[in-house]
């Protein structure tokens, strides 16, 4: 997903608020699947969260973004339980962060969903919600 990143990046600079919105939305379909396949209700939602994201809908004016530095080496210090919750069709880089994070942490928990990529809790709710829900009566 670093295409998206960068694509991201480049709206930034040219305070281009609706390329950086269009990166976002391609989250949505990940690797595996075009944006065409994506029906239209979630692009809409996906396309609401970004803008929230910028927080004003043009012009972008500056990188928003959070520098967050020394994640991973802060992650031991997490001291609640974590459950990682990923779609099946998400980027395989992203997909891939769940694991090392799961076993950094103590009371560690991963789940995948089937049928979704990077947003499982918009495009498949009800197994998102049981698995939600099911590690929160552990807790």
Known sequence: MLDVVSAQGQA???DDAAGWVDAFQRFT??????????????MR???????GTLGE????????RLSVTATWER??????PVYAINGA???????AMADPLAKLVPGRHTA???AAAHYPYMEQPAPFSTELASFLETV
């Open 45 to 51: 939602r996906v396309r609401q969260m970004a803008l």
């Open 12 to 14: 930034l600079a040219t």
């Open 112 to 114: 995948t969903v089937s």
């Open 75 to 80: 992650v031991s210090g997490i001291a609640v």
């Open 89 to 95: 069709l998400d980027a395989p880089d992203r997909l």
């Open 29 to 42: 379909a990940c690797p595996h699947r075009e944006l065409a396949d994506i029906g239209a209700d979630l």
């Open 57 to 64: 809908p043009t012009p972008v004016k500056a990188d928003h």
